[in-house]
């Protein structure tokens, strides 16, 4: 669910400066229906998102790779920038214990898009 939000909040920041590809290892069937509830809550709709398998092809063609604690069934690709953003995994829990995570992972979207916009200008 985590990985779905991202890319929600990351698409929604960057307004489609920066191509999104959000997938995870073993995928769970649909979106965290209380993670949907915590992006909604900032006009982010994620519902009618469907979770995908991360391949090594859409690895492989980032930039900028960012893992929520997938360790070592992450592919390693040289000259890709890799961030590990390990977060409280908010699966089963309330919106209540789900908007702090959403609260960081858009502070931690809002810093590499500038880093992005500023790297890609430079």
């Known amino acids: ?63 900028y790779v960012i893992t929520m604690g997938c360790g070592d069934t992450c592919p390693i690709f040289p000259s890709k920038k890799y961030l590990d953003w390990a977060l409280e995994d908010p699966a089963g829990k309330g919106v209540d214990a789900v908007r702090p995570v959403r609260d960081e992972l858009k502070s931690r979207i809002e810093a590499i898009t500038a880093e992005i916009s500023t790297t890609r200008s430079a």
Do not use: C, D, W
């Open 1 to 63: 669910m985590a990985a779905r939000r991202y890319a929600g909040l990351l698409n929604h920041i960057a307004g489609g400066r920066i191509k999104v590809h959000s997938a995870g290892s073993i995928p769970g069937g649909q979106v965290n229906p209380t993670g949907g509830e915590a992006t909604k809550e900032v006009g982010i709709g994620i519902s009618a998102s469907t979770p995908k398998v991360r391949t090594r092809e859409a690895v492989q063609a980032s930039a």
